[in-house]
């Protein structure tokens, strides 16, 4: 089992960067396929980006692609997501998730474990 706690997030104005960490308890960390959602009030959960387990193949949604960059760190048990060119439209809660498998997926059904959420707001 892995439990999930997200960090990092804040207010950041239009244009800025910010980066959110998750940081995992378990002692499987490195089987674990990992991904970002979000979600905004009266939003459904969006898929963000995700990492394979050997953290080799990355998958970004179209709304990030450029501006978000996914990353692992399995000595630190920890995935980030580094948030550059940030819009008001990212404002949301970002969750990090964990797949049991070599290989993310785009959908949030697919996913075993989740974190609590970080909330990043950008002002305009």
């Known amino acids: 089992q892995v439990q999930l706690v997200e960090s990092g997030g804040g207010l950041v104005q239009a244009g800025g960067s910010l980066r959110v960490s998750c940081a995992a308890s378990?002692?499987?960390?490195?089987?674990?396929?990992l991904a970002w959602f979000r979600q905004a009030p009266g939003e459904e959960r969006e898929f963000v980006a995700s990492?394979?387990?050997?953290?080799?193949?990355?998958f970004y949604a179209d709304s990030v692609t450029g501006r978000f960059t996914i990353s692992r760190d399995n000595a630190k048990n920890t995935v980030y997501l580094q948030m550059t060119s940030l819009k008001f439209e990212d404002t949301a809660v970002y969750y990090c998730?964990?797949?049991?498998?070599?290989?993310?997926?785009?959908?949030?059904?697919?996913?075993?474990?989740w974190g609590q959420g970080t909330q990043v707001t950008v002002s305009s």
């Open positions: 990492i394979s387990r050997s953290g080799g193949s990355k």
């Open positions: 378990g002692r499987t960390f490195s089987s674990y396929a």
């Open positions: 998730a964990a797949l049991i498998g070599p290989v993310g997926q785009r959908t949030w059904r697919s996913y075993d474990y």
